[in-house]
């Protein structure tokens, strides 16, 4: 059974001067999956997938200070993107292209108002509680163009009962009838109708 799938966005109170490295260094990891695509085209090989890419680019999260699972989503998040632009190769990352920082899900802990990834607390401005659930794939860090980052963190929350309905008629506009309502009755179009015909 599958939940209602949302999306939580607070402002990052503390450590962007890592935020920014760690960025740069996904950028790195960006470049090389687009290098690594250009050389695939150059000799004519199958096209790497983002499960080729997170072979190539094992065991280097050490050297680039980032974690492990925002080096596979990078790769995938590559390699999902050319897919659906149907494009050969992507552009390349800049030194000074707005930062982002994508996350695997089971990397994001929660701790009070702060969260930790990779053995980073990152302190938040708490707009709105959080929700219990499973926190998904796709949760990132985000640069706006001010400088400011975001954590955006997607949630699964089961699905609440829908409350029942006491008394109220729905009602659906149409174009042969003007309206048709939850009670099977029907207005007629009469005025706009024929001027139309």
Excluded at 119 to 143: C, H, M, Y
Aim: charged share 25%.
């Amino acid at each position: 059974m599958t939940g209602m799938i949302l999306v939580y966005r607070y402002r990052v109170k503390s450590l962007s001067g890592l935020r920014n490295k760690q960025s740069r260094a996904v950028n790195f990891v960006w470049n090389f999956c687009n290098d690594t695509q250009k050389h695939a085209l150059k000799l004519s090989k199958k096209w790497p997938t983002g499960f080729d890419l997170n072979m190539l680019t094992s065991g280097s999260s050490k050297e680039l200070g980032i974690h492990s699972g925002t080096v596979n989503a990078t790769c995938e998040q590559y390699a999902k993107s050319r897919s659906q632009r149907r494009r050969p190769y992507l552009r390349y990352r800049g030194r000074k292209s707005i930062g982002r920082v994508p996350l695997k899900g089971r990397d994001l802990k929660r701790e009070g108002d702060a969260f930790r990834c990779a053995g980073n607390t990152f302190r938040v401005f708490n707009s709105r509680p959080l929700p219990e659930g499973k926190i998904k794939d796709g949760t990132n860090f985000a640069q706006d163009g001010r400088g400011n980052w975001f954590l955006n963190i997607v949630i699964e929350i089961p699905d609440v009962q829908a409350r029942p309905i006491r008394s109220g008629v729905g009602i659906d506009l149409g174009l042969k009838d003007f309206a048709a309502l939850s009670t099977g009755e029907k207005l007629p179009n009469d005025r706009f109708g024929r001027r139309a015909a």
